[in-house]
């Protein structure tokens, strides 16, 4: 049996949905980020983040909203995209901009490492001084 194919028996002329994998995909790209820094930002593996993006597994919510935060949308945008959608894919100062916040919050923590570690040392160099 030969189907003709008419607009009559077409289910549906929309695009299809994009997953929640390829919507992740889509913001990183958008936001100038690469997988292997936003799997240390999310404190999971490179290869964890990836099976993400290629809808082999899904984030735990912790991990999700996370994520949403990084990218600049909100969590239901990332499963529904509904909701607040954040950076303009048009504008690339977003993606930079986020980038650069998400740099500055990691010098941030670098610092207040720097000074614990500079504590540590003024403690041992007090002890080796009085041996």
Known sequence: MHIKNTEN?????????????????????????????????????????????????????????????????????????EGHRGVDAKNNNSGRKIKLLTLQRKIQHLEAQLKDNLKQLKKIARVINNL
């Open 9 to 81: 028996n077409v289910v549906s002329t929309s695009k299809p949905e994009m997953t929640l994998g390829g919507r992740i995909a889509q913001l990183r790209i958008e936001g100038g980020f690469d997988s292997l820094e936003l799997s240390k930002q999310l404190g999971v593996k490179c290869e964890t983040y990836e099976s993400w993006e290629l809808d082999r597994s899904e984030p735990r919510i912790n991990k999700l909203v996370a994520l949403a935060a990084i990218l600049g949308v909100s969590p239901t945008y990332l499963l529904a995209e």
